[in-house]
């Protein structure tokens, strides 16, 4: 250590570990949300770091859209038990039940958009004033516009053309009774930066990300697996193919890439010679040009 | 891409709205292969609707549906890129003055700007007002691309003669390192690859540029700061006793044994540990992210700073700030902002604008004494509380100060500590 540089990876965590550690001193009762896909899996890693030897001092809210891969929720347990921290789980299927939400009609209906209810009401009930999020700008063009702390007006909305100036490291989280802010320590990390930083620290994420055989179905391009949740149009058939998720959303709408990377370090190899990005197999974000922009201004993360 | 050893590099780009900004970015990020195959689809499809032949790389940064349907950039985006050499953060930040602002929260944390002018019309206004500012953030390294050679026949003596008054405005200000670069965005000269059309430019094209700026010491290494972010007080088995003190390094370095002042007390005590999560290390230095114990119990909480013995920060109550006003609402006299250092909150007061500096002249107006948006002046402040401050020449974490609104709760200005 005598030149006295961090290389990109130990300079991205170290800013990740103050950004953690900022929500931490600024506001009164933060929580991460937890996907159990690989980004909220490092922001809990980070987490972890930044607050050593002590817990972690926030909560896991996940928003359940009743559409999971079980083994997303399995490791999402499991996880939490570990760490002895709070888990809450807000629950779309409720948020249905309860007539908050109207479930989308038609082949390609998903529960996406009904998150941000379940998310919103879930925020309001636990007083939650940041919620901090694995959101990467290089994910997506709204994304890229993204600042560390986010504002949310009190009805959760994003307005990108008045965000609050970011200087230096100086983060200002004041807000207003009933409004909000989202947090994003991981902003600056690319897709690749993850995947070799996970792979580095050998942190533990669920088998989805490698490559197996499992039951799928060709649909608008991308391997859709075999779920409870499934409907088979007359022209689709299930197949066994050898695939593996790049990222993890719904059950019903994550299309899986045929692959050969069944460890971390393959992973990183493919990753480095992929041609598309990872959202290219969400249909979330076919929908328009700005479905991201849209989502956000309306309160999803 | 294995690039484990490598350093990260933030750059911002500067320049006037039509300069080509926005083609430079996505020329950068084709030639070097960092758009994807869906992300150049869907580009494509946007360009032929717009009846524009091929691609138009401008649209490979503009996000916003707003961005797009206008051509400009509104906020800030960021932007990466990774080389085998290097990892890039590139903040596109907008040209349009009603956004300087924006511009400013894009630069504060650059290791370089690129400036860019039109080769068609030289160093104008916008050129001396973003060098300005980039020249008040301090930013290291400045790299002056002039854009659109091809509409010029790729001139040397053109070349040569913006290089000149951009020599001449900018010896007036403290930039350190300053190259040029004749490029063509569009084309794809001196961006990624040598052009052949200037084979009269012996430098290199801009992405070695940047690939090889030599970073390492624009962190400060020797006036040791640690601001302390929060404390960590482990309520488990093992750890009864344990205090530590969570932060990142703001500048220098730090070594286990070492006596340190804790301020604003003053206490001294001497470094027990160091931590970088659950490993123990010898020394860490800026900007790492540790947790630090001291061998006596001090009393220390959020917005303290551990310091060397021998080596302390200023602690003042009043000083001098250069203040970028970024706000819609105009400097009110007399009311209370909040200011925001390091991790210390404190009230503070504007006594006094001492003089408004013209952006584009660089001359000081001490009549006018109104702030609004994107203004620049230098102004007295007064602190409910001492705090421990550096010059932001010598310390751009310790230097820097923002200012927030309590009525509306808004960063309102930047500010540079002098």
Known sequence: MSTYYLNYLEELESEAIFILREVWGQFQNPVILFSGGKDSILITHLAKKAFHPAKIPFALMHVDTGHNFPEAIQFRDDLAKQLGVNLIVGSVQESIDKGRVTEEKGKNATRNALQITTLLDSLEEHKVDCAIGGGRRDEEKARAKERFFSHRDEFGQWDPKNQRPELWNLLNGKYFEGEHFRAFPISNWTEMDVWNYLTKEKIEIPSLYLAHQRDVVKRNGSWIPNSEFLKLEPNEEIVSKKIRFRTLGDITITGGIESDADTMEKIVEEVSTMRETERGNRSDDKRSETAMEDRKKDGYF | ?418
């Open chain 2, 1 to 418: 891409m294995k690039i484990d050893k490598n350093q990260l590099l933030r750059f911002t780009t500067a320049g006037s709205v039509d300069d080509g900004k926005s083609t430079l970015i996505g020329r950068l990020l084709y030639d070097s292969k960092s758009i994807f195959e869906d992300q150049l689809a869907a580009v494509k499809n946007s360009s032929k609707q717009k009846g524009i032949e091929g691609v138009d790389l401008a649209m490979f940064t503009d996000g916003l549906k707003d961005e797009r349907e206008q051509g400009i950039t509104i906020d800030v985006a960021y932007r990466y890129f990774t080389t085998p050499k290097r990892k890039f953060i590139i903040a596109d930040t907008p040209g349009h003055i009603q956004y300087t602002r924006n511009m400013v929260t894009g630069a504060s944390t650059a290791n370089a700007a690129v400036v860019l002018i039109d080769a068609r019309h030289g160093v104008i206004e916008q050129t001396k007002r973003h060098t300005f500012i980039a020249s008040l953030l301090n930013i290291p390294h400045i790299i002056v691309c002039v854009n659109k050679m091809d509409l010029v026949s790729y001139s040397e003596e053109t070349f040569n003669s913006i290089v000149e008054q951009f020599e001449e405005f900018s010896s007036k200000l403290l930039i350190k390192d300053v190259r040029y670069i004749p490029i063509s965005a569009l084309d794809g000269d001196n961006v990624v690859n040598r052009s052949e059309n200037m084979t009269w430019f012996q430098g290199s094209p801009m992405l070695h540029e940047l690939e090889t700026l030599h970073i390492s010491s624009d962190i400060n290494k020797i006036d040791a700061r640690f601001p302390v972010q929060t404390v960590l007080r482990p309520q488990r088995k093992g750890f009864e006793d344990y205090r530590g003190y969570a932060g990142r390094i703001a500048s220098g370095i730090y070594r286990v044994n070492e006596e340190v002042a804790i301020l604003p007390s003053g206490f001294t005590s001497k470094i027990k540990t160091i931590n970088v999560g659950e490993t123990e290390v010898e020394e860490a230095f800026a900007p790492m992210s540790v947790a630090i114990t001291l061998e006596d119990d001090v009393d220390i909480s959020r917005g303290d700073m551990i310091v060397k013995k021998n080596n302390q920060p200023k602690l003042s109550q009043e000083f001098d700030v250069m203040l970028c006003w970024l706000n819609n609402a105009p400097l009110k006299s007399r009311t209370k902002y909040t200011i925001m250092h390091t991790s210390n909150e404190q009230k503070a007061v504007i006594k006094e604008v001492v003089y408004k500096v013209d952006v584009n002249t660089f001359k000081r107006n001490e009549e006018d004494k109104d702030l609004t948006m994107n203004d620049i002046a230098r102004v007295k402040l007064k602190t409910s509380h001492r705090l421990m401050i550096d010059s932001y020449r010598d310390n751009r974490s310790t230097g820097s100060i923002i200012l927030v609104d309590e009525s509306t709760k808004e960063t309102v200005a930047a500010g540079m500590i002098v």
